[in-house]
């Protein structure tokens, strides 16, 4: 769990900024891939990228959102334009390989606060 | 559309006794299963899976059931000890998902009492 860096840990936005979230996944893990918790719900998922590559972006909203994991540094969420309905914990997960789920590991997440 | 249900949003057990966490889902191409377990302002840690070939799944003290034919599966922890206090989410994935897509549950928070 320790591997996955998340940061920062917790960020506070006025509604209508922009919120920048990084994930640096494990060492030598190529695949990441974004969760958000809303308040007493499950985790959902949002996108899962490789390094240069977006492969599943279904669980994005169309509007505000974008993610990428470039080919050096760490994989960025952007939301624009804050609205409160943003506020929730944002996990990233890192794998080294396409093969099973159960090798992804979860970093401490980011909460995000919008007032 | 919750695919994945976990109705009973907390379980009180004592030390020593077994937990019994319950797992509901609808939708029937899901083939694989997990459980996580979490605790507060830390992310998910796995703790065990299952295929949709088996029915059945053993690790020291956890042991996670699947009823294809209900949709529903259930993890079994035994004897419960008080580090197993967190919430556990139980989570699928379908043969049409990609291969970092997970449905999770809202969880259910476990609280074990000496």
């Known amino acids: 769990n320790a591997g996955v860096m998340q940061n920062p840990r917790h960020l506070v936005r006025r509604r209508g900024q922009e919120a920048r979230l990084r994930c640096s996944p494990m060492k030598g893990h190529s695949h990441v891939y974004w969760y958000r918790q809303l308040p007493e719900e499950g985790l959902k998922f949002m996108v899962y990228l490789q390094k240069e590559n977006i492969i599943d972006e279904s669980g994005m909203p169309k509007e505000r959102f974008s993610a990428e994991f470039p080919k050096e540094g760490p994989s960025i969420l952007r939301i624009q334009q804050v609205v409160r309905g943003d506020s929730a914990a944002y996990f990233c997960?890192?794998?080294?390989?396409?093969?099973?789920?159960?090798?992804?590991?979860f970093g401490q997440g980011t909460r995000l606060t919008v007032v | 559309d919750q695919q994945v249900k976990q109705n009973s949003p907390s379980l009180s057990v004592q030390e020593g006794r077994i937990s019994i966490l319950n797992c509901d889902y609808t939708n029937s191409m899901f083939d694989y299963f997990l459980w996580y377990k979490k605790y507060p302002a830390e992310g998910p840690t796995f703790l065990i899976s299952?295929?949709?070939?088996?029915d059945k799944n053993e690790d020291g003290r956890f042991t996670v059931f699947l009823n294809k034919s209900a949709k529903h599966l259930s993890l079994h922890i035994v004897p419960s000890q008080p580090g197993d206090s967190a919430v556990y989410f139980c989570?699928?994935?379908?043969?049409?998902?990609?291969?970092?897509?997970?449905?999770f549950g809202a969880g259910t928070q476990v609280v074990v009492t000496p």
């Open positions: 989570a699928a994935s379908g043969t049409t998902d990609s291969w970092g897509k997970l449905q």
């Open positions: 997960a890192s794998s080294p390989i396409r093969q099973g789920v159960t090798e992804a590991f």
């Open positions: 299952i295929s949709s070939i088996k």
